[in-house]
Structures are given as structure tokens and as C-alpha cells.
């Protein structure tokens, strides 16, 4: 399935004249750029998504100018006409806070997929990161030895019914699966670390607040205050997002220099 997506600054208008390309759903006058849109998507048998959806024009609307008195549907969303029917809607989301002039386009896919084949077996991922502490790394070297040891006492099979090479591997392979499991323990999921502060979320939760407020409100003087509002609220968020950052980059640089130290 073949998508084509982005902010392409493309007003496709409201006036349909390539039925094939476009629904009756655009927002709008025609531009050169939506011209030459429906031009590729014709040469290349693509259909508009957003203008083949009936929704308000707050739903298809996806651009707000700085003067905040001209709205556009410049970003778009194309499908293969092949799966135009898999396409369910394309709808604009003006409730979700990106600190931008552009609302979030959203599109619903449904698809049947095929049968997936039988589940690959995974590979155990131990906790290697252990082998750093003395005591674990000690415990885990002592328990390879005394297995191996303990292997080669056994007395050797007088018939061999397969590879004896193959048949070594896999005991070399279980006595580490075993050592490992036994002293480093499973690999933990990644988790992301938390470097933005406290503080600088509360202005985050407060610039969807200002967001929502702007959406909700029916009078034209509250929307100028809140939009004041929110662009100070968005430069004060972008300014506290730079610094915590650079401090945790600090950080990271100086727990690296501290791990270097200890290591020589």
C-alpha cells in the first residue's frame, strides 16, 4: 500500500474537475502547487485522501497564517487509487499540541493481512552488563569452570549416534546458557530516560491547556489573548526543552568520563 505524505503547500481547491484524483470535500481556491498535485496524482494514479471525506472545515483545514486570519488545506494525503477503498477517513486533529501553525492530519486504514508464518524462535538476550561488577564476574567465571570441568569428566559415549562436533557445541552452548542465566539474569526492556524537568512539563501541560482553550472559545477577543498566550507559553517551553537537554547530554558526557577513569 502506497502512501504519499506531507505539507506540500498545495491548495487543491473545492472544485473537482478530475473526478478520478479528487473528491468533492477540498477547502479553498486552487494553487500552482495544487495543480501540479493533481497532475502527478493523475500521472501516477494516486487520489487525494482529505478531499474525499465529508467533515467541517475545522476537520480539513490544516494550516493557520501567523496573522491567524487565513486558513489553508496545504498538508495532504495520497493513496494508491488501487487501495482507495481501504482508506476509511483523513481527518484533521485541532485538540493535539505540537507547538506548530499545522494541526495534526490523521488517516483510518483497514487492511487484511495475511496469515503471518509460524513465530521465529529468539535467541535469550542475557544481562552482559553485569560482567562490570567484580563479584558477578567472579561468580560467572567460577561456574563455567567447574562445568566444564564437571564436562570433561564424563565418560565419552562408546556409540556415537551423531557429529560428536555438533554434539559438543550444544553442551558448550547450554553450560553458557545456563551460567548466564544463573548469574547475569535476563536483559531488561530499554526504557528511555526522564531528562526533561518537572518544571518544564507543567509549561507543556499548560501550552495544551492554552491549545484547547484557543479551540474552544467562540469570541474573537479571548482567541487573540489565548493565542498571545500560547506563543509565549511555546517560547518558554522551547527555551527550558534546550537547556535540559544540553544538561543531559552534560551529564551523560561526564558519567562517560567517570566510567573512562575507573576503567584505566
Given amino acids: 500500500m502506497l502512501l504519499v505524505i506531507g505539507d506540500l503547500d498545495a491548495k487543491v481547491g473545492s472544485e473537482n474537475v478530475m473526478g478520478n484524483v479528487m473528491g468533492k470535500q477540498g477547502c479553498g481556491v486552487q494553487n500552482d502547487n495544487g495543480e501540479r498535485m493533481k497532475e502527478w496524482c493523475a500521472f501516477n494514479n494516486m487520489v ?29 494525503l495520497m493513496v494508491d487509487s488501487m487501495w482507495r477503498r481501504s482508506l476509511l477517513d483523513v481527518k484533521v486533529r485541532r485538540g493535539a499540541d505540537v507547538g506548530r501553525d499545522h494541526h495534526l492530519v490523521t488517516a483510518r486504514v483497514r487492511l487484511k493481512l495475511r496469515a503471518a508464518g509460524p513465530k521465529k524462535q529468539i535467541n535469550p ?3 552482559i552488563s553485569g560482567l562490570q561488577d567484580p563479584r558477578i564476574k567472579s561468580a560467572f567465571v567460577l561456574q563455567l569452570r567447574n562445568r566444564f570441568k564437571a564436562l570433561s569428566l ?7 549416534e551423531e557429529d560428536p562436533v ?3 557445541w550444544r553442551q558448550v552452548r547450554s553450560i553458557f546458557n ?9 536483559q531488561k526492556t530499554r526504557t528511555r530516560k526522564e531528562w526533561l524537568r518537572p518544571d ?7 501550552r495544551c491547556r492554552l491549545k484547547k482553550k484557543i ?7 479571548l482567541q487573540e489573548r489565548y493565542r498571545a498566550e500560547y506563543a509565549e507559553t511555546n517560547r518558554r517551553v522551547k527555551r527550558k526543552i534546550r537547556t535540559d537537554k544540553r544538561a543531559y547530554v552534560e551529564e551523560l558526557a561526564k558519567q562517560a568520563e567517570e566510567a573512562a577513569r575507573k576503567g584505566e
Fill in 200 to 206: 518544564t512539563w507543567k509549561d507543556i501541560e499548560e
Fill in 178 to 186: 545456563e551460567a548466564s542465566k544463573n548469574c547475569l539474569g535476563m
Fill in 166 to 168: 555438533n554434539q559438543q
Fill in 215 to 221: 479551540n474552544d472559545s467562540r469570541s474573537t477577543r
Fill in 48 to 76: 487525494i485522501g482529505g478531499t474525499t471525506f465529508p467533515h467541517r472545515n475545522n476537520h480539513k483545514l490544516t494550516w493557520t497564517s501567523p496573522n491567524e486570519r487565513d486558513q489553508n488545506q496545504i498538508d495532504d
Fill in 154 to 160: 564424563m565418560d565419552e559415549p562408546e556409540a556415537e
Fill in 125 to 127: 538476550r542475557y544481562d
